[in-house]
């Protein structure tokens, strides 16, 4: 594009200062690529800035016209023409921007066939192009200088290999679509800069819309090219970052056997979200492989494309209904990740509008590529063109560049100044707000929007062209940034089985909740019923033969407190089988309870059982010295109730505090390959172990001094009479409890895990602590009181037979009847007092 069509112009001073006065160069500060030229019909001298667009306009092997990048080609002609006539249409203030500015701009349109060794000789021969000659004229058709700065490339592979190059040559070079972050790294594209943001951005978006999603875990799938590995290495990156698992892999372009292998290998993971970073002429191989290998197109899975793929984006692809149904069914769902930029309505109607109406804009963007490549414009058809995000990122491009001319102070600028103002450009554009990165020349994500463009296949009343299959794509979701706020407010989503409901992140996991076995519930609770009916019978016999004198000397009270303790233990058996699904304020009432009910059952039981022995060791005591004693049962209550009330000061206090709650643990290494809980058990615990140990070994102590107490006076009363010791009979309790303690214990620690193996432990526990109390207190006292009743019945029958014989052997034998009388009654003088007591 000449400055001035169908015009010639004077070239006064030409890139590095040639001046046409002298004829020879005028050496500014540093180089300069700028060209100051007369125009003889004006007589006005103006200086131009030659841009060279490099584009992918036709794609090898067959040279097919790219008419998607070709689109975007001609919004960079059309903000060089608005700089030439300082039109502020779009940009709000560009005029008075450019106001005293006397540059203007010439466009030059390079193909580099997507091919990195044919943009790098493009560029190296625009590059080394002779200097203009001063004093010369050229026409426009002549008009061959230097770049002052160049426009693109598209891919980010050729941009990487063209910035190397134009580093060299000291070109400024902004691009409207290669998102690599490798570009920004300074040493290997030192004049780089961009409209579009880097790839880094699409993955942080990318990872915000998973997490909003609830996924975990998704596949990753790239091309190992400079684009596709740059990009898969900023998801793999961002995912890190966000604590999300990626599984990713890279194929070879053109190798199908590596794309199968990759695609394979997502299929192995089961996940089932997905990314991928595919080229257009890469992308119905993909969809077709990912459909046939089940993994793409059908229900459950979730596909999300990147910006390689934004044509499908556009709502204008189509396939064929007869050979690319299955693409169309890998294509259904999947959503497209790209900034969100609404196109400045004006740049919207000069692309869609103006280039199909006006033939003379048709003709001047055509004249405007090297001449080798209007051959492939003959046939070519404007109608097609549409708006894309490329379509005013590109023309943002160019006017970052006609802003960053014309703001230096310097009439002949150097490339490094005209690179720092590139990067200091801030103005409202085609695409928003445009702001760079000071040193990476990478555009800001201030103000910018990502969106999840939802593709889906039109339905059948929306299928306009016969044989063709069309889609529907409608943004669903926005990401704004920097704020990381996440908008699905937009739509629903359409997901592959064309509902809106989203599909979960991970196959289905069936978690074992350990729940305690119903055979076994009833098993605990048979045990809980035995204790209970026997600790009601021993309560009826002390009650029944109270006045017997076997149970008289055992004192009934008491021997029904031991009953009773012992049947609110095993009541605890109850709460400890409660679980699922009844809800979790019963259980964690659960929880507390069977504390209460084990610790002041286990409290009342001993504790009656020293105040039982303590009262016969005083009694003993007294008879000893001699003395009638009474003592009531009341005068022996304190300690019980003092040790009670202990128990229930600490389970008060652990209640209010921080009480035992109902929660569900996993047991150690039971985790999937995506680290989801794969089994659980129930167990109640405190919030706060602190509390839980010092509750905890308060309840011990005081439960412990109560069986310590019981034990001492057991011992101390260890030479009373057979059928008022106790010793032997709690020598056999102890032993029962600490043989089941000692069973017991450390075989509830290995199965704490286990919810119905700590059930069963505890239970058995409970009944066997229970049963080693009963046993020996109440067997005895049963086998004395039933064979004192036989033996009664027995001498009824034969006293009548024996009662001469009796009598005659009582006078003749006084002495040694009297003396056993009183030997009887100095040992149980005092048990016959405890008997009139009860």
């Known amino acids: 594009m000449s400055p001035i069509p169908d015009k010639s112009v004077v070239v006064l001073v030409a890139s590095k200062g040639t001046s046409a006065d002298t004829g020879t160069t005028q050496q500014p500060e540093s180089r300069s690529e700028i060209v100051e030229v007369l125009d003889p019909g004006t007589n006005a001298t103006y200086r131009v800035a030659h841009l060279l667009g490099l584009m992918i306009i036709t794609i090898p092997p067959q040279r097919i016209l790219s008419m998607y990048h070709v689109t975007y080609e001609a919004a960079g002609f059309v903000a060089a023409m608005h ?50 000659k001063p004093g010369h004229t050229y026409s426009s058709d002549q008009w061959m200088p230097r770049p002052t700065a160049m426009i693109g490339a598209a891919a980010s592979s050729i941009s990487l290999a063209v910035a190397n190059l134009a580093g060299i040559y000291q070109i400024p070079q902004i691009s409207a679509s290669s998102s690599a972050t490798a570009l920004d790294n300074k040493v290997a594209a030192p004049y780089f800069s961009r409209t579009y943001p880097t790839n880094q951005a699409d993955a942080e978006a990318l990872m915000i819309y998973f997490k ?63 990314f991928a970073v595919v080229y257009v002429d890469l992308s119905e191989t993909v969809f077709r492989e990912g459909y046939n290998m089940g993994i793409m197109g059908h229900p459950g899975y979730t596909w999300l494309l990147g910006d390689s793929s934004s044509y499908l984006a556009s709502g204008d692809h189509t396939v064929d209904l007869a050979t690319e149904s299955d693409i169309a069914k890998a294509i259904n769902g999947v959503g497209v990740i790209l900034p969100g930029i609404d196109i400045h309505p004006n740049l919207q109607q000069i692309m869609e509008h103006d280039f199909r109406t006006n033939q003379q804009l048709q003709q001047d963007f055509v004249a405007a590529h090297q001449p080798n490549l209007h051959r ?81 296949v039109a339905d059948d009343d929306q299928q306009v062209t016969p044989g063709r299959i069309s889609f529907d794509a409608t943004a669903r979701t926005a990401i704004e940034f920097p704020s990381q706020v996440v908008d699905l407010g937009l739509g629903p989503y359409v997901y592959t089985d064309n509902t809106t409901t989203t599909p979960p992140a991970l196959p289905h996991v069936d978690v074992d909740m350990n729940f305690i076995p119903r055979g076994i519930q009833a098993f605990g609770w048979g045990l809980m019923t035995f204790i209970i009916v026997l600790s009601a019978c021993c309560i009826a016999f002390a009650q029944h033969y109270r006045t017997k004198q076997t149970v008289a000397a055992a004192q009934p009270a008491f021997l029904m407190m031991i009953s009773s303790g012992c049947l609110l233990m095993a009541t605890a058996i109850l ?46 005591q007294g008879a ?27 389970l008060v206090a652990w209640t209010v505090a921080d009480p035992l709650k109902w929660d569900r643990r996993e047991p150690e ?67 029962f409890l600490i043989e089941a303690c000692l069973l017991g214990i450390p075989i509830l620690l290995v199965v704490q895990s286990n919810s119905t193996g700590s059930f069963l432990v505890k239970a058995v526990l409970i009944f066997w602590l229970c049963a080693a109390i009963l046993g020996p207190m109440f067997l005895p006292l049963w086998n004395k009181q039933t064979g004192r009743e036989s033996l009664t019945r027995s001498v009824s029958i034969l006293s009548s037979r024996n009662l001469t014989n009796r009598s005659s052997e009582r006078v003749m034998f006084p002495s040694k009847t009297f003396h056993v009388g009183m030997q009887h009654q100095q040992s149980s003088t005092a048990l016959w007092s405890l008997d009139n007591t009860q």
């Open 83 to 132: 700089l030439n006539e300082r039109n502020s249409s779009i940009v709000p203030d560009l005029a008075e921007r450019m106001k005293g500015c006397d540059i203007k701009f010439t466009y030059e349109m390079a193909d580099s066939q997507y091919n990195r060794l044919v943009a790098l000789k493009t560029v190296q021969q625009v590059a080394t192009r002779p200097d203009m």
């Open 212 to 274: 909003s999603l609830g996924v975990t875990h998704f596949g990753c799938i790239y091309m190992r090219d400079l684009y596709g590995s740059s990009f898969g290495q900023a998801v793999v990156s961002a995912a890190a970052e966000h604590g999300i698992e990626i599984y990713f892999t890279a194929f070879e372009a053109g190798d199908d056997q590596s794309l199968k292998e990759g695609l394979q290998y997502l299929k192995s993971t089961q996940v089932r979200y997905f």
């Open 624 to 650: 000893s010295q001699f003395r009638r004693v009474t003592i009531d049962v009341k005068d022996v209550m304190y300690p019980l109730v003092i040790m009670v009330m202990l128990n229930l000061a600490v």
């Open 575 to 620: 709460p400890m089988s409660l679980q699922e699904p009844i809800p979790e304020s019963g259980l964690d009432i659960a929880c507390m309870s069977q504390l209460y009910l084990v610790c002041i059952g286990f409290c009342v039981s001993f504790s009656a059982l020293f105040c039982k022995l303590y009262r016969i060791n005083k009694l003993q």
């Open 669 to 735: 290494h039971a985790r999937d390959e995506f680290n989801r809980t794969i089994a659980s058990y129930a167990v109640c615990s405190s919030s706060n172990e602190t509390f839980g140990k010092v509750f905890g070994t308060l309840l011990f102590a005081i439960n412990f001094v109560a069986l310590a107490l019981a034990n001492w006076e057991s011992y101390k009363g260890q030479k009373l009479p057979s059928h008022v010791n106790e010793t032997r009979r709690i020598a056999f309790s102890m032993f």
């Open 376 to 456: 492939f414009f003959k046939e070519l058809d404007f109608e097609t063109m549409k708006t894309s995000i490329f379509v005013g990122m590109a023309y943002d491009a160019v006017i970052s560049v006609g802003l960053a001319a014309c703001q230096q102070s310097e009439r002949f600028f150097s490339p490094e100044q005209l690179r720092t103002g590139i990067r200091q450009q801030a103005f409202h554009g085609a695409t928003g707000y445009v702001t760079f990165n000071n040193f990476t020349g990478t555009r800001d994500l201030l103000g910018l929007r990502y969106t999840i463009t939802n593709v889906v």
